[in-house]
């Protein structure tokens, strides 16, 4: 684990409503990075061709699937590599279609920026205000809006000022600082701004969008929780070359341990102290969040999968009643009462989902109180009761130890994706429609952190 | 206390790959995530699945990728071997130094191989031969038999999203009714590193590790882990015909026909599969280095040089995968 090369990469998502070109303007970032092959780009010449279309369709390089192809539209999220000499990108093409927002989700969990594409003609929409909720609640740092089409409005300053100003207003309410949102002009189909300056957009002087993407800040997962690992499998070799080794593996999931540290076992609170860090390649004298390892502990102790490893000064308190935000990814509605299995880190206990306390309305930004249930995409505030006590953190403050799946425990689906505690700033109106006039015209900024949940 | 002290890795770690792709004349392709963070990923999810799973086991072909997975699993499970038994579905078609390859790796490491002949299918009927004599198609059957009869729960393939546009809609966690389907539009969210292996009894969950790796990647990997491949990989002198634009080796699979001509050329295979339908491609690379030269120049992709498979329809692969294939 150690030696390798650690290119700078970028993990980006893309959302945006049916229609408005996100698989032509990947496809588009794909041929003008020249990240295309030459087989790759002969089959869409060919199709394009037997379609009676006079320009290659782009977005066929990313419409996979039968049915996309059919359509015309993105089901189901595709990963695409592609790099520059800046940087390297990882990005998840999601679709926009209302029906698979979880997707979109999927998508937003682990990306560090994401595009929002719109219509210039139809400018922001339901699905814009919808996907830039789900990517702030998801805690993706970084927003990029790209205004497409805007040659189909003779690439006219006013249609893009207005379609920008409406949208950072959106991003500002849901807690995005102004330096964090980006709006270009582009057209994926012709090309403008997308890698290259566009001649048609003389008025705009910002970057390009590929010259935005190798130039944005990344910022790495944050290190200032302190060490957490969730112990994934116990390794016990049981041979005669190690018959007495019991390393607890896992990945790191949160801050920094180093052999000598003093650290805590939960639920069961235990304590021990790191003997070594053990590779297949011999051991660390640290180990960082995102790092497979197995620690060795110099006592003898009883840890098992889902044991959570973590600093002893500010352990994880185990808890059983969570305050919950849950983002709703299955057509069978959530009600109070509800019987679950959720999967935290390396471990799945069964829950109760007590209370309903909200239901937050992304387009206006308002948080309804006690509804009587949570709808396929809907975001909701809620208790949740677990059988086993779970070691958590706040969602705002980890995104790895923050977070938990929400599981059918009869058919095995995966119901919603759960974060700890308030993630987005947004949640906490109070539902009033004032707050909601003042939350799009006169921005919110946060001041104070989410509360912790216990 | 909070530590806060840490920063990027040292900036001379980057001078090796540096150097391995200033020639090229494209940048394209570089490492996305860096290896290290490839292998830590894989390492998670071998380890995923030993933690949730009864009776998982590795499909393993003899080729880059699936050699890949029995060194990742490896690593993941040191000092312990390997929880994990390996199955290789065998069309018959082989390349014998890939499956003298296959022995001898199973014997170094003390592995656990299944071997499902496809030859056995169609001997007892299961199966049948088809006209064009390619086994590749034929794979399913005996691969979801498998499945059923060792009562596998889950299977590991080391299928790369970069390869095939069907391929990038997979999740790194994949679940397969009863009849081993793939069904894109019912795929389960995949949420940040926490992968849903629950499935119910009948159903299996087919496993990704390499996901995430484009083939650069792997011929980075290979040379620095030092791994060994069979000798096809590189380049060698060998008896050649060309068919639909593709280098085929005679073989018991047929060919060449009475119109094609045999000559002897300088190729290296880029993927291992049926001999029936995989081609090689011209190269002089002798060594790993060599090859992630040409790999990084090339102006074809891994599958679109050599598999013929592929080409048989613009949805050849997702129709495939929605039979069972992986």
Known sequence: MSGGEQIDSLRLATAGSVDDGKSTLVGRLLHDTKSVLADQLEAVHRVSTERGLTEPDLSLLVDGLRAEREQGITIDVAYRYFATPRRSFVLADTPGHVQYTRNTVTGASTAQLAILLVDARRGVVEQTRRHAAVVALLGVPRLVLAVNKIDLVDYDETVFRAVSAEFAAHAAALGYAADDVVSIPVSALVGDNVVTSSANTGWYSGPTLLEHLETVPVAPDPHEVPFRMAVQYVIRPRTPEYPDYRGYAGQVAAGLVRPGDEVAVQPAGLRSTVHRIDTADGPLAEAVAGQSVTLLLTDELDIGRGDVIGEVAEAPKPVTEIDATLCWLSERPLRAGARVLIKHGARTTQAVVDQLTARFDEQRLVTIPDPAELGLNEIGRVSVRTAEPLPVDDYAISRRTGAFLVIDPAEGNTLAAGLVGVPLQALQSDGSPAAADTATTDPITPTEPAPVAT | ?326
């Not at chain 2, 019912?186 to 009948?202: A, I, M, S, T």
């Not at chain 2, 069979?230 to 085929?248: C, F, K, N, T």
Request: glycine share 8%.
């Open chain 2, 1 to 326: 206390m909070t530590k806060t002290s840490v920063g990027p890795k040292p900036a001379e770690a980057t001078i090796r790959s540096a150097g391995a792709v200033v020639q090229q004349p494209a940048p394209r392709r570089r490492t996305p995530t860096g290896l290290d963070t490839l292998e830590s990923e894989a390492v998670h999810v071998f380890r995923e699945v030993a933690g949730e799973f009864d009776r998982p086991v590795v499909l393993f072909s003899g080729g880059k990728d699936s050699t890949l997975l029995v060194h990742l699993a490896r690593k993941a499970f040191w000092p312990a071997p390997i929880p994990f038994a390996l199955l290789h579905v065998d069309t018959g078609h082989n390349f014998p130094e890939v499956i003298e390859f296959r022995d001898r790796l199973v014997a170094r490491y003390g592995l656990r191989l299944e071997v499902a002949e496809v030859q056995r299918w169609i001997d007892d009927g299961r199966l049948t031969e088809r006209a064009d004599g390619t086994r590749n198609p034929l794979q399913t059957v005996p691969l979801l038999d498998s499945i059923v009869e060792h009562r596998f729960d889950a299977v590991f393939g080391g299928g790369r999203r970069d390869e095939e546009r069907a391929r990038a809609k997979e999740r790194i966690f994949s679940l397969r009714n009863s009849f081993g389907q793939w069904d894109p539009r019912r795929q389960r969210p995949e949420l940040w590193n926490l992968y849903n292996g629950r499935h119910r009894p009948g159903e299996h969950v087919r496993v990704f590790p390499l996901s995430n790796w484009t083939e650069l990647d792997v011929w980075n990997y290979i040379e620095r882990e030092n791994i060994e491949l069979p000798s096809i990989y590189y380049a060698h002198r060998r008896e050649v015909y060309l068919r639909d634009g593709m280098l085929l080796s005679s073989g018991p699979w047929g060919g060449p026909r009475e119109t094609e001509q045999v000559q002897e050329r300088l190729v290296r295979y880029r993927t291992v599969g049926d001999g029936s339908c995989t081609g090689a491609v011209e190269s002089d690379a002798t060594t790993v280095a060599e090859v992630i030269a040409e790999v990084a120049a090339s102006r074809l992709t891994e599958r679109g040089a050599t598999r013929a498979d592929d080409r048989m329809s613009e949805a050849a692969m997702e129709d495939r995968k929605r039979e069972g294939y992986f």
